[in-house]
């Protein structure tokens, strides 16, 4: 288990590390173009192209980190009045359906690249093969589907001694808190 969350760490830091770059490069391209319209009157055509297809790499991926807390499907009106007994079984449920979600989104984002690469089909503006664009969408859920394993894994292996632990150490810091309070 601890080789495998290792490995889920690295694929979570070279994920920050890709959202980071291609929200920069969104960046540029974006004030670059605004810059080039008004000041030198020409646009970057291909900003356009390039902007849309990272915004989607950007999106997946950020939806896979959020996957990794259990937060992005955290709607928890109805979760949060269930009894105890059921709440763990329904946030299983709820991420082995979220699981099939992406799996499905998998599937058809790699038909998609396939379909693409048979084709050959091009980007108007760049001219670049339209699979690599298309390819975010499968990578994406890839790690989608990674980082809800992940989750549900770390939810399942929670022991009580982990939750006596957290329990102790929150008791610990509400005496450290009064403590200060009374030296007041």
Not at 48 to 58: M, T
Not at 142 to 166: P, Q, R, V, W, Y
Request: with cysteine; charged share 20%; aromatic share 8%.
């Amino acid at each position: 288990m601890k080789i495998y969350k290792k490995i889920m760490n690295a694929l979570a830091a070279v994920e920050k590390i890709v959202l980071v770059i291609s929200t920069l490069l969104i960046l540029v391209l974006t004030v670059g173009n605004v810059f080039s319209r008004k000041v030198i009157h020409r646009s970057w055509s291909f900003t356009e192209e390039l902007v849309v297809a990272v915004f989607v790499l950007i999106t997946l991926l950020a939806a896979a980190l959020a996957c990794r807390e259990g937060e992005l499907v955290s709607l928890t009106l109805v979760t949060d009045r269930l009894p105890k007994k059921l709440k763990k079984p329904s946030v299983i449920l709820i991420t082995v359906l979220s699981i099939i979600f992406s799996v499905i989104l998998f599937k058809y984002g790699m038909d998609k690249v396939i379909t693409q690469l048979q084709n050959g089909k091009r980007t108007f503006v760049l001219n670049w093969p339209e699979w690599i664009f298309w390819s975010f969408v499968p990578i994406g859920a890839g790690c989608m589907i990674l980082h809800f394993i992940e989750f549900c894994l770390d939810l399942c292996c929670k022991t009580d001694s982990t939750k006596n632990a957290d329990n102790s150490t929150k008791s610990n810091m509400n005496t450290i808190t009064t403590d200060k309070k009374e030296d007041k």
